[in-house]
């Protein structure tokens, strides 16, 4: 079974900062890989996605993130933080079969809150 | 833009009453699905929808039913409440045939008291 595990449940950093948002998965098979953004008291939405290709991914707001296959991980990064970073990201995995017969059926992890200060 | 749109964003309801959720998307997509999130557990799969009339169970879909009539819009139904099903619930919808991301709407945070 597919698993998603984000390693930090919260990251505190200053604004103008980097920051990495880590995120490990497991799977048997080849997968999608997705970050998702919510601001306080919103819906999620899309930063970025990997299907195949380049293992550097660019997303809105100035986020990347890099797809490892050997160390199975998708961290997020941003070499310089805002303000209004400041929000919950959750990592996602789907595949092939999840895509074709689960409807697109992502499996979540648990998410990390990005505390930006100034 | 797609738009998914929620009923409500605030609800509280009592310990035993039936609860409808409604979720509406104006992007003809074929896929639909509640989740419920909780602080440390992320987003879990209640029930989705590839088409009218179809539903499939996710995760966790013990006290919950759903309802799709029409292709634009998904219900959530609670039938007896209960206090742990306190809790924010988006829905979220989603072309099929091919990868395509799935679009949230804004959540409704329910209580049951």
């Known amino acids: 079974a597919q698993s998603v595990t984000q390693l930090d449940s919260q990251v505190p950093v200053f604004e103008e900062a980097p920051v990495e948002l880590r995120c490990n998965y497991s799977?048997?098979?080849?997968?999608?890989l997705f970050w998702y953004v919510q601001y306080p008291n919103q819906g999620l939405q899309l930063l970025l996605k990997y299907l195949s290709g380049s293992t550097l991914v660019k997303g809105i707001n100035g986020f990347e993130a890099e797809f490892n296959k050997s160390q199975t991980s998708f961290h997020l990064r941003k070499p310089s933080v805002h303000i209004s970073d400041t929000a919950e990201y959750f990592c996602a995995v789907s595949d092939m079969v999840r895509i074709y017969n689960q409807g697109g059926k992502l499996i979540f992890g648990q998410g990390t809150e990005l505390s930006v200060k100034p | 833009d797609v738009k998914v749109t929620q009923s409500s964003r605030y609800l509280v309801k009592r310990t035993g009453e039936k609860v409808f959720l409604e979720c509406v998307q104006d992007?003809?997509?074929?896929?639909m699905f509640w989740y419920r999130q909780d602080p440390g557990l992320g987003l879990r799969l209640i029930y989705f929808s590839y088409d009218v009339k179809m539903k499939e169970k996710g995760d966790i879909p013990e006290g919950y039913s759903v309802s799709r009539e029409k292709k634009e819009r998904f219900s959530l139904i609670l039938e007896s409440a209960s206090t742990n099903q306190t809790s924010m619930y988006l829905c979220?919808?989603?072309?099929?045939?091919?990868?395509?991301?799935?679009?949230f709407g804004p959540g409704t945070r329910l209580t049951v008291t």
């Open positions: 992007m003809d997509h074929e896929n």
């Open positions: 979220a919808s989603r072309r099929t045939s091919g990868v395509y991301e799935q679009y």
């Open positions: 799977s048997s098979v080849s997968v999608y």
